[in-house]
């Protein structure tokens, strides 16, 4: 927790109110901290006000228009996709506000296999990790944490939806491991980090349990009442589906002092489930 010396976060600059933005937002009211998000449609705006946040509209994040919203108790969590122009432009604002996260992923250890932690080598192996990459050098020079998170799933988003549209499938064998992180789970961390003022340090996040990934089809499958998907080849699955990795986030647990309230996909996919269920 904060040092009693230390003055506390008091606000919240969201840049980038997408899936896990309106998480972070929901958990935000939760604790009185209020919000300023921005997104780039005008057409979502309503809603996110309806969440109680004041919203700046900006196809193209403005540096300048958000200088107001930042000061000395602040802080910004960072959540969308990297954009080198917004990036380098943007990050600076980092340095003026009480805390940052930087919300990135593992997409940077590219087609690395094994076990994952905060120590291992990034290996980017595609523009868009080369990208993330640049993005977070950006923000983690200017005082931000950088969140290196696993596959982000969560009621609406996961999948348990790609099983019932019809498209999920299983990966060769699925004997494969992949990891994931509840949107709700990714959220408490970030806040977490916030709050606590984690500055320059770089984690992996993901749940407790990396899992094949045939065996969480196969769960779900069970659960949902419907038929096992077929499989298909390696090369002919989505490039996020391909990687065999267990990814070890027991770094930022210790960091935080903190667990998780989805520790397995069961608990969380349950938890998705019921939430849909209830509209």
Not at 31 to 46: E, I, N, S
Request: proline fraction near 6%.
């Amino acid at each position: 927790m904060n040092a009693p010396d230390v003055p506390p976060v008091r606000k919240l600059l969201l840049l980038g109110c997408g899936f896990l933005g309106q998480r972070v937002l929901r958990h935000a009211r939760e604790l009185g901290l209020p919000c300023t998000v921005t997104t780039r449609d005008a057409a979502r705006a309503a809603s996110l006000r309806q969440l109680g946040a004041e919203v700046l509209v900006q196809p193209q994040l403005s540096p300048s228009a958000l200088r107001a919203a930042v000061d000395e108790n602040t802080g910004i969590l960072v959540s969308f996709p990297p954009d080198g122009r917004s990036d380098a432009s943007c990050a600076p604002l980092a340095g003026l506000a009480r805390s940052s996260v930087y919300v990135s992923s593992t997409g940077v250890y590219g087609k690395r296999s094994g076990r994952i932690d905060d120590s291992t080598p990034v290996a980017p192996d595609s523009a868009r990790a080369e990208a993330r990459l640049s993005a977070e050098r950006a923000w983690r020079a200017e005082g931000a944490c950088v969140l290196r998170a696993a596959a982000i799933y969560g009621p609406g988003s996961g999948m348990h939806t790609r099983l019932r549209a019809g498209s999920a499938r299983i990966v060769g064998d699925g004997a494969g491991f992949v990891c994931r992180i509840h949107v709700d789970d990714l959220a408490a961390l970030a806040l977490a980090c916030l709050r606590q003022q984690v500055a320059r340090e770089t984690f992996v996040v993901a749940d407790d349990e990396p899992a094949r990934q045939g065996d969480v089809v196969r769960y779900l499958a069970q659960r949902l009442g419907m038929a096992v998907p077929p499989s298909v080849p390696l090369e002919a699955a989505p490039e996020t589906l391909r990687h065999d990795r267990q990814v070890d986030a027991s770094g930022i647990k210790r960091r935080l002092s903190m667990g998780l309230r989805y520790p397995t996909y069961r608990e969380g996919f349950e938890a998705c489930l019921a939430e849909e269920a209830a509209g």
